[in-house]
């Protein structure tokens, strides 16, 4: 992120162009806008208003009632609890109905202690322009009663914050974006020439760097006799503007150089360094108390500045609080180095410190600028601190980056589709500060030294378009040829897809497990072949191929109940390993349930408590409703799908069955675990389980493509009815379904068991299952008498397919 305000831009950019214009060219050509703060807007009712008069409130000794002149119509009454609110002072007034930003309230009319208040005077806290809240602003006597207090002060300044791009480091400053603003026409850039500073005398300071691969150049100058007081308003509203604490002249100037020309610097305090300094890398052990008060504990990795009494700076990051420049300094030391991005990175990220200096040097800043840089901020600290500047030490050696590409214009065409002249090709690079050599039809384009982001041809023409416009671009439909086109995504894919969405809308949620197991544990279901153990494993536990993922979800489950969430649903996709041939690798889909945690929005179903209270624990069916939920959004032909008892050594016997197209063709096995397999994983049931194998789902049948509605919804209302049938016990629930469903497919819309019994009132060897028939009306509202014709027709079905008599 970067920001900055209007002003400060307008100090590096000569426009007149409206702010709008200027936030939509800065997300065009790639700085995007992210936000716009107009404080104009929030101060518009605040102003300056002066105090005529200010009396002791009469049941309050810590209040006032002032009347206040606004400089419109008869002063107002205010009551006031600030100690320096007094007659004859100018504050700031704002009216009721107005926002106050420091409280994030809006004023009202009040009555306090009895004296109503019709405004109030506020402080620096309450315009969020600081944390000082003792008293109410005070403005100097020449201060304009009536005045915007906003514009007056200069606080009406947009800020503007960008998102930059981590190629970007030029636009870390506000010059490096009023460079590519002015290059997209919106105005000219101010290159105002950096003079040198004449020393008057050597730098009694020298400089030794030990560490050149994280060091390639430093420059060091020492200033004398500076008076380090408060910086100017200027300063100090600038950098309060885009959230910076005003701290004294020595060290804003540091803060505002790294904001406006994307140069980081640092200033010591001369008379708190110990002999000279050394650039090296940090000794294992060492600490730092750096600027924020912390203290680090360094290793060989960090790169530091240090004097005689050891480590005084985080290179490119942050200072040490010992060597700090206070309002006490007089003689300062001013340093401009290079530094290498990587490490700076690394050691940001390992001490957990994010500064201006390190979001800066990671990204990597302009080599060439680093004395320039130190010209800059000598004049700086002369014009605002005064004192006598040395001669400027370097040591090592500024890296030169000059390359230049041999760049053909018509590779803009080519590669971007946007037909640029190149008359106006060579002015957009040459705004942007390459230096461009014509040579025919093609260009010598050096590449300045503040754009290491800019390696080759595709990058020029990446400028030369952002630049020219982006929406200069024609639109150009894609030639799709003659032939069909071909889908972007695999069958297999499409069905992975499909099938995650159909198991996290059954409120299963998705985990992701290791594709390894152990030994023992691949052998219980079904793996631990030679071909498929680990070489160099990561550890003993993840030592073989899984055969399927159950046992990683059983895993994840258990540890789940074991930090106290035992009702847990999981699912997962991914691959499973048979033998170590491609042949032998599946995409599974697998999932588990524990406990209590059964599918939400079931209904009525026979699997529920009667009483309607009771909770039942997971079992095969909620497993089995999972594996064919699955199955139905991957294109599974539902209608062909068998189930027969019985699954893999790792189910329960009597509690599982396999989903299947006929034997040769098992697509999958539900049911709960087998309690001997959940001691072995050392898991806690009860468990309920699905996996099924994605690549064994039949190609779906290609159809002559035609024309359907996307949803066909009858206008009629739906009627149910409800039938007990006695049957065999042998008898499956689901040939009752088919027996019913077969009556009229297209009438009966839906057929759910929601009863199952054997007991009292059925003989030995039969069993109730109850069934409910949603009949749909397509064309007009059935009669009564339809409706027991169908129902007849029903039982007929049942009776003839099952043997099945309506009980009684």
Request: charged fraction near 25%.
């Amino acid at each position: 992120m970067m920001k900055f305000t209007l002003g400060w831009l307008k100090q590096h950019l000569d426009t007149d162009r409206p702010l709008g214009e200027l936030l939509d060219k800065l997300t065009m050509i790639g700085l995007e806008v992210e936000r716009v703060e107009d404080r104009g807007k929030t101060l518009a009712p605040f102003v300056i208003a002066g105090v005529v008069e200010a009396k002791q409130h009469p049941n309050a000794d810590r209040l006032r009632v002032c009347m206040v002149d606004t400089g419109s119509g008869d002063p107002i009454q205010v009551v006031c609890g600030a100690p320096n609110a007094r007659a004859g002072m100018k504050g700031v007034f704002v009216p009721p109905g107005a926002y106050i930003p420091g409280k994030d309230m809006t004023l009202q009319v009040g009555t306090i202690r009895g004296v109503e208040s019709r405004g109030m005077l506020v402080s620096e806290f309450e315009l969020q322009l600081s944390d000082n809240h003792d008293g109410i602003i005070e403005l100097p006597d020449d201060a304009p009663v009536g005045k915007n207090y906003g514009q007056w002060a200069g606080l009406d300044d947009p800020l503007i914050e960008i998102n930059l791009t981590p190629n970007r480091a030029d636009c870390t400053s506000v010059h490096g974006i009023a460079r590519d603003l002015a290059a997209a026409g919106m105005g000219k850039l101010k290159e105002p020439a950096i003079k040198a500073v004449k020393g008057t005398f050597a730098c009694p300071v020298a400089v030794t760097i030990e560490a050149s691969d994280l060091c390639p150049a430093f420059a060091l100058r020492l200033v004398r006799g500076v008076n380090n007081g408060p910086s100017p308003a200027w300063l100090q509203k600038r950098l309060a503007a885009i959230g910076l604490r005003p701290i004294n002249a020595l060290v804003d100037i540091t803060n505002f150089m790294t904001y406006d020309y994307g140069r980081p610097l640092h200033v010591f305090d001369a008379a708190k360094v110990r002999g000279n300094l050394t650039v090296r890398r940090a000794r294992d052990g060492e600490t730092l108390v750096a600027l924020d008060g912390k203290t680090y504990r360094l290793d060989e990795g960090v790169c530091v500045i240090a004097d005689d009494d050891g480590v005084e700076s985080l290179a490119g990051i942050m200072g040490g609080e010992n060597t700090g420049c206070s309002a006490a300094t007089t003689d300062v030391l001013i340093e401009s180095a290079l530094w290498a991005p990587s490490n700076i990175a690394q050691t940001g990220r390992r001490l957990g410190i994010d500064s201006d200096a390190r979001y800066r040097f990671e990204r990597g800043v302009d080599p060439a600028f680093a004395r320039p840089g130190l010209e800059l901020a000598t004049r700086m600290v002369l014009d605002l601190c005064g004192g006598t500047p040395s001669a400027i030490t370097i040591a090592g050696k500024v890296p030169s980056r000059k390359h230049s590409i041999d760049f053909p214009i018509v590779e803009v065409k080519r590669l971007a589709g946007l037909a640029v002249p190149p008359t106006e090709t060579r002015r957009v690079l040459e705004r942007l500060g390459f230096s461009v050599a014509t040579r025919g039809a093609r260009l010598r384009v050096a590449v300045p030294s503040w754009r290491p982001d800019v390696q080759e041809k595709a990058d020029l023409v990446e400028e030369v378009v952002r630049i020219a416009g982006i929406e200069r671009i024609p639109a150009t439909p894609f030639d799709r040829g003659a032939a069909p086109r071909k889908p972007v995504l695999t069958p297999i894919q499409l069905r992975t897809r499909k099938a995650k969405r159909a198991l996290a809308a059954r409120n299963l949620t998705e985990a992701v497990t290791w594709s390894f197991i152990g030994k023992k544990h691949a052998e219980l279901f079904g793996g631990g072949q030679p071909e498929l153990a680990l070489a160099n494993p990561i550890a003993a536990e993840l030592s073989d191929m899984r055969p399927s993922l159950i046992p990683g979800l059983v895993a994840a489950v258990q540890k789940n109940a074991d930090r106290g969430f035992p009702d847990v649903g999981l699912f997962e996709v991914g691959q499973i390993f048979k033998g170590d041939t491609p042949a032998d690798q599946f995409t599974a889909a697998a999932g588990l349930r524990r406990a209590l945690a059964k599918p939400s929005g079931i209904g009525r179903h026979w699997s529920n408590p009667k009483n309607g209270k009771d909770r039942y624990v997971v079992d095969a069916f909620d497993a089995k409703a999972d594996a064919l939920a699955a199955l139905s959004a991957a294109g599974a032909p539902m209608a062909a799908l068998q189930i027969a008892p019985g699954g893999p050594a790792w189910f329960h016997p009597g509690r599982s069955g396999a989903i299947q197209i006929g034997p040769q063709n098992v697509l999958g096995y539900f049911g709960e675990l087998h309690p001997r397999v959940l001691a072995e994983l050392d898991a806690e049931g009860p468990l309920a389980a699905f996996e099924i194998i994605l690549e064994r789902l039949p190609d779906p049948k290609a159809k002559a493509t035609r024309a359907k509605a996307a949803l066909d919804l009858s206008p009629l209302q739906p009627v149910e009815r409800d039938f007990a049938f006695v049957v065999g016990r042998e008898v499956k629930a689901s040939d009752v379904v088919r027996a019913a469903l077969s009556a009229d497919r297209k009438l009966i819309a839906a057929v759910t068991v929601f009863d199952v019994y054997e007991g009292t009132g059925i003989e030995p060897g039969k069993k109730s299952i109850a069934i409910s028939v949603t009949i749909q009306p397509r064309e007009k509202t059935m009669t009564d008498a339809e409706i027991d014709a169908l129902a007849a027709k029903i039982v007929g079905e049942a009776g003839k397919r099952t043997g099945a008599v309506l009980r009684a």
